[in-house]
């Protein structure tokens, strides 16, 4: 059996999976957040959301598809399990590391440009 295979068709839609919901939540959330930024300028808020949204994507796609070259040759299931953690443990924290960057860079610009 080819693990490699299976692995990288659980892991694609794992993985998407992730992206899409953190990617929904964050954009719903976001735009909550941006607007109490700028309260008065609602458009240009859902323009900075939407510009997110539209990187955050591209990031991680990008991401999951340079992990996918990078992986080793499976050859048990127990190997695939570790392989896939480890690879998912990977994207979620650079996912969290990259969510947490946009509101520090986010809330520091945006009160320099008020003042």
Same mark, same amino acid.
């Given at each position: 059996?080819?693990?490699?295979?299976?692995?990288?068709?659980?892991?694609?839609? %794992?993985?998407?999976?992730?992206? %899409?919901? %953190? @990617?929904?939540?964050?954009?719903?959330? @976001?735009?909550?957040? #941006?607007?109490?930024?700028?309260?008065?300028? /609602?458009?240009?808020? &859902?323009?900075?959301?939407?510009?997110?949204?539209?990187?955050?994507?591209?990031?991680?796609?990008?991401?999951?598809?340079?992990?996918?070259?990078?992986?080793?040759? #499976?050859?048990?299931?127990? &190997?695939?399990?570790?392989?896939?953690?480890?690879? $998912?443990?990977? $994207? #979620?924290? $650079? /996912?969290?590391?990259?969510?947490?960057?946009?509101?520090?860079?986010?809330?520091?610009?945006?009160?320099? /440009? $008020?003042?």
């Amino acid at each position: 059996m080819d693990y490699n295979i299976l692995g990288y068709g659980i892991f694609i839609t %794992v993985i998407t999976c992730i992206i %899409v919901i %953190v @990617g929904k939540i964050c954009y719903r959330n @976001g735009n909550i957040f #941006v607007a109490s930024l700028i309260p008065d300028h /609602l458009d240009l808020c &859902q323009q900075i959301n939407k510009s997110l949204l539209v990187s955050y994507y591209l990031v991680n796609i990008g991401y999951a598809a340079i992990t996918l070259v990078g992986w080793e040759t #499976v050859v048990s299931s127990q &190997q695939l399990i570790e392989v896939m953690a480890i690879k $998912i443990a990977t $994207i #979620v924290c $650079i /996912l969290s590391m990259l969510h947490y960057l946009n509101i520090y860079l986010l809330t520091n610009t945006i009160h320099k /440009l $008020i003042k």
